[in-house]
């Protein structure tokens, strides 16, 4: 039986002044926070799920929540975080609302065939707001202070920066990645931006790479991205676990998020991927109706819940 990677699962980044981010990404950007929770790994920092009204998998934009400098921008990193809206309609309508509200914002633009809005949040994690054409399913929050029709719809492209796109390519192609097609890079025409697809493609399921010789390894940070996640059948993780195995790549693995269940690996240039499955979900351990409103923890750190929920700063 053949696996295959599905698209885009979430993005992890990082903010070092997490109460804001938490008001940037619900009140400014309009998404829902679907689960309030802590890094598992460091019980100190939250961990903070922004999503479409149901938490689907491939609406996830998530932070750790680090008292780091800010990122040193540069190659060997995740360099910007495409969410997906509906339409030239909704684009005008963010370049208004960013405007009005003070958000550092471009020009709306065609890039790579698609129409695009590049802005940054408050820390300087670098967005982009790209245009679906309405393509899929949506689930509007309907206590979201953007209007359904132009609320963000979920993850789209990931554009990461290496030195050298060849020991990446090999990596990608490896786990089923398929190159599709290229374009000159916005800041660099020199620089080419190799777009490859998974599954069955399609703006949420890309992943763009930009060769950027001339470019300094990042140094990570806040408004900087920890890593990106991409999407498995439940019924096909353990064949992932054993894949990455035959295929000789070092990983984590087996680690069960309970949200989810993750494999974890760094592609040649140093990028930290993971691998997730689309189940259970957040509604495990919560009603739909209340995700997000107050903090949940794994099974495994509930004996330490006091002691967790008493270290953790306010974020409303």
Do not use: C
């Not at 189940?279 to 351990?285: A, E, K, Q």
């Not at 107050?294 to 967790?308: C, M, W």
């Amino acid at each position: 039986m053949s696996i295959e990677l599905k698209g885009i699962h979430h993005l992890t980044a990082v903010s070092a002044k997490i109460r804001d981010n938490h008001h940037f990404y619900t009140r400014t950007m309009g998404m829902r926070l679907v689960k309030r929770s802590v890094n598992q790994d460091d019980v100190s920092a939250y961990h903070l799920f922004y999503a479409d009204a149901k938490g689907t998998p491939g609406t996830d934009l998530t932070f750790f929540d680090w008292p780091v400098p800010t990122e040193s921008r540069g190659s060997r990193s995740i360099s910007r975080t495409s969410l997906r809206v509906a339409g030239a309609d909704a684009l005008d309508y963010w370049k208004t609302r960013l405007g009005e509200l003070g958000v550092r914002a471009g020009e709306i633009a065609e890039r790579d065939g698609r129409l695009t809005l590049d802005l940054e949040d408050p820390e300087g994690q670098r967005l982009t707001l790209v245009d679906d054409a309405g393509a899929g399913s949506a689930n509007p929050w309907d206590r979201s202070p953007v209007p359904a029709e132009h609320q963000i719809r979920g993850l789209g492209p990931i554009v990461l920066s290496v030195p050298t796109l060849a020991p990446t390519d090999a990596v990608l192609r490896s786990v089923g990645m398929r190159p599709v097609r290229e374009y000159a890079h916005s800041e660099n025409a020199n620089d080419v931006v190799h777009v490859y697809e998974m599954g069955p493609g399609g703006v949420s399921a890309e992943l763009h790479v930009a060769e950027q010789r001339s470019l300094k390894p990042a140094r990570p940070g806040a408004g900087g991205v920890h890593h990106v996640a991409f999407r498995s059948n439940d019924a096909d993780y353990d064949a992932w676990a054993e894949k990455l195995n035959t295929l000789g790549i070092p990983n984590s693995g087996k680690v069960d998020r309970y949200w989810f269940r993750s494999l974890y690996f760094r592609e040649p240039n140093g990028i930290l991927f993971e691998i997730a499955t689309d189940g259970p979900g957040f509604g495990v351990d919560e009603d739909q109706a209340t995700l997000g409103e107050k903090v949940v923890l794994a099974p495994f750190l509930e004996p330490q819940r006091e002691k967790i929920v008493a270290a953790l700063k306010p974020i409303d």
